[in-house]
């Protein structure tokens, strides 16, 4: 079964709406949890890290992490259509990374 | 700086073939890692290298290879290219702690024919 998952694996919202994707992970000893995101024919750019319970903001993105209930959420405020990518969600042990197969978000104007 | 740098960024072969990809960093990080992307598919990690020590994933320990010769740089080498092997590759590196991020490049996509 897959280490890491993620829900929805797609999501349309509008401009200026509130968008939420959710990574559902196995380990609650990992050490760190990272949102990704990818455009299309472009490599993995790092938006947000997080370590320890609670929130974590970079920019419009906030990082929600619950080790409890081995949830990690993202959630982007006020999405623009150049947010339009594909959102990977990865766990850490160490350097070593974990990803999920990653979740398509499409912003529409 | 934080620029993975790979090259090529596309790249075709034919079965049977072998394929080299270079990835490069400025960032001084001691661990370089490559992944393997397909479609609707995890980013797969492959091997990495903390430092001069390679280290593979079991499961794709006889289809890989790797070198490092100097900090900079990192290869991934495939002997015999198959039709599973199309998919994007990613180089990332890091400082091995357990805080650091791994920096991605932007991929080399390659395509087996």
């Known amino acids: 079964q897959q280490k890491v998952q993620q829900s929805p694996e797609s999501l349309t919202v509008s401009e200026g709406a509130m968008a939420s994707l959710n990574c559902t992970f196995s380990?609650?000893?990992?050490?760190?949890f990272r949102w990704y995101r990818q455009h299309s024919g472009k490599g993995l750019e790092v938006l947000v890290s997080?370590?320890?319970?609670g929130e974590k903001e970079e920019g419009s993105f906030t990082a929600h992490l619950n080790r409890a209930s081995l949830h990690v959420f993202l959630h982007i405020r006020e999405p623009q259509p150049s947010d339009s990518a594909l959102y990977l969600c990865?766990?850490?042990?160490?350097?070593?990374?974990?990803f999920g197969k990653g979740a398509k978000l499409t912003v529409s104007p | 700086d934080t620029t993975v740098k790979q090259n090529p960024r596309y790249k075709l072969a034919r079965v049977g073939k072998p394929v080299n990809l270079i990835c490069s960093q400025t960032?001084?990080?001691?661990?370089m890692y490559w992944y393997q992307k397909k479609p609707n598919q995890a980013p797969k990690l492959l091997l990495f290298?903390?430092?001069?020590?390679?280290?593979r994933e079991a499961d794709t320990f006889e289809k890989f290879q790797s070198s490092r010769p100097n900090n900079s740089f990192c290869s991934l080498y495939i002997g015999s290219a198959g039709l599973e092997y199309s998919a994007m590759y990613l180089c990332?590196?890091?400082?091995?702690?357990?805080?650091?991020?791994?920096?991605f490049g932007p991929g080399t996509r390659l395509l087996v024919l």
């Open positions: 290298y903390y430092d001069k020590i390679l280290n």
């Open positions: 990332a590196s890091s400082s091995w702690n357990n805080q650091d991020t791994q920096y």
């Open positions: 960032m001084n990080h001691d661990t």
């Open positions: 997080i370590f320890s319970d």
């Open positions: 990865a766990e850490g042990t160490g350097s070593k990374l974990s």
């Open positions: 380990d609650r000893s990992s050490d760190n």
